[in-house]
């Protein structure tokens, strides 16, 4: 439980200040009499987000174990903070300018945060923990955003633009505590990979079991040569080359399809749930009430029971149902939300929208970590959630224009016929696995010292990957 409830504070420590600065500074630049043009501007400082994947390979080039990973996270965490306060002393009339300067600084030590996170949660989370690993972070997410939009819009109302700062800053430091005392032990389990046996020494594959010789024992080794213990390996430094080298997978094509359409389905309606409920007459008030606290609370709650089901059902099935309820949501939008609504029929396509995109989004989190590749961790998932992003904008714009010509039903239902597209393609587009990566496309490896190349240790006798400082190497015994 302590690793889940790390990684949630991790993602609701990013979340709240990034749903606060988007959602609600807006509504106060308007209560300053700015131009709707200065505040669209203000949507820039998203663009970290958007390129964050041009600098993943250097955090995975000086991450690459459990802790370093920790560091980049307390580095990004505490600039984010300090970048926060620092706002606080300025005022957003006056220096608007500066300000936003400011928050384009705290995106971006958000993002690289978040690419440190993703890749900490892929190396401490077994393959059948990462289910309800990304449970954590699609809650932590939902519930950020739930606070950073609700909750503190009433610290705002009593303590005013300093108090507020004051208080994102103090929770994100706060929000680093269980990371700090988390230790990541690395124990031997057999679940996901197999052992294999280079020159009488057994190995596991990826950071599991390595066999290791005392630095007081002399061995010898298939040459001939005594040595006093394996030598440092490592993966070659990741580098820009490995963003290109990701799409150079075999068989990437389709999950790429995949992760590009999988919410094609129903996020043109959730992105415009809310202008649509302004047409039906409902007030500011109910509409924070039905989508930024119904909506959003049921993203979250349903995002831990969808890590539950994964567990249990497996990832095609669980993309499968998840999926078929897209399509059962958007049928409901056409079927019921045409003509004159009841408000308990808004509520419950509300609610079932935002547990849609709950569930899809742990079940999207959790196949992208299945195809990482090892020591890119960063580097690839924040390629596929980016192209996920890009999806979306391109989907809400689409939306957008759809609707202003067909009209919201008409957009509800390309939104169904979308939605059921998607459930018949999953067949031919997840694959559990991608086949095996060339000789050219795998990351080498390379010895730490010059055993290797005087030829006293060959390369296979080494496990794929040294374990950090964190992660505790476990000798096996045997032959």
Same mark, same amino acid.
């Given at each position: ?298 993203? /979250?709650?349903? %995002? ?5 089901? +994964?567990?249990?059902?497996? $990832?095609? !099935?669980?993309?499968? &149902? ?93 939104? /169904?016929?979308? %939605? ?5 393609? +999953?067949?031919?587009?997840? $694959?559990? !696995?991608?086949?095996? &990566? ?42």
């Amino acid at each position: 439980m302590k690793k889940y409830s790390t990684l949630l504070t991790l993602y609701l420590a990013q979340s709240i200040p990034m749903s606060f600065f988007s959602t609600i500074v807006p509504v106060i630049m308007r209560q300053e009499n700015y131009s709707l043009v200065m505040i669209g501007m203000l949507q820039l400082i998203k663009l970290p987000w958007i390129f964050k994947f041009l600098w993943a390979p250097l955090v995975d080039r000086y991450g690459n174990s459990v802790k370093n990973y920790k560091r980049w996270i307390f580095t990004s965490e505490i600039i984010y903070a300090i970048v926060i306060l620092s706002i606080g002393f300025f005022n957003l009339k006056f220096d608007f300018q500066l300000i936003v300067i400011l928050m384009l600084i705290a995106f971006t030590a958000s993002a690289t945060q978040d690419i440190a996170t993703d890749a900490f949660a892929i190396l401490v989370l077994k393959k059948r923990e990462r289910s309800l690993g990304n449970s954590m972070q699609s809650a932590g997410s939902f519930l950020g955003t739930m606070a950073g939009s609700g909750v503190l819009l009433i610290i705002y109302h009593y303590f005013g633009w300093h108090g507020l700062i004051g208080c994102l800053a103090s929770f994100v430091l706060i929000a680093l505590i269980p990371l700090y005392f988390y230790k990541h032990r690395q124990t031997e389990d057999h679940d996901d990979e197999e052992p294999v046996r280079p020159h009488g020494h057994w190995f596991l594959k990826k950071r599991k079991v390595v066999n290791t010789v005392p630095a007081t024992e002399a061995k010898t080794c298939p040459s001939g040569h005594s040595h006093k213990a394996l030598p440092e390996v490592a993966f070659k430094p990741a580098s820009m080359k490995d963003i290109g080298l990701f799409f150079k997978q075999k068989g990437i094509g389709r999950r790429l399809i995949l992760l590009f359409f999988f919410y094609s389905g129903i996020i043109g309606i959730l992105s415009l749930v809310k202008p649509y409920l302004v047409d039906q007459g409902f007030t500011i008030k109910q509409i924070g009430v039905i989508s930024g606290i119904c909506g959003t609370a049921s993203g /979250a709650i349903s %995002a831990v029971f969808a890590g539950f089901i +994964i567990r249990r059902i497996g $990832r095609r !099935k669980s993309l499968l &149902l998840f999926a078929l309820l897209g399509v059962l949501t958007t049928s409901f939008f056409v079927l019921f939300l045409g003509g004159p609504i009841a408000k308990m029929t808004l509520y419950t396509a509300v609610v079932f929208l935002w547990i849609t995109y709950g569930m899809s989004s742990v079940a999207i989190y959790t196949i992208s970590m299945d195809i990482v590749r090892k020591g890119r961790e960063g580097t690839d998932f924040t390629i596929q959630i980016v192209i996920t992003h890009l999806s979306g904008i391109l989907i809400t714009i689409a939306s957008g224009k759809l609707a202003d010509i067909l009209g919201f039903r008409g957009l509800f239902m390309i939104e /169904a016929v979308i %939605a059921t597209l998607v459930l018949l393609s +999953i067949p031919f587009l997840y $694959r559990e !696995k991608l086949p095996e &990566l060339s000789t050219d496309e795998q990351p080498r490896l390379h010895i730490a010292d010059s055993h290797e190349s005087s030829g006293l240790i060959p390369k296979s006798a080494y496990s794929d990957r040294q374990a950090s400082d964190d992660e505790e190497v476990i000798p096996k015994t045997g032959s």
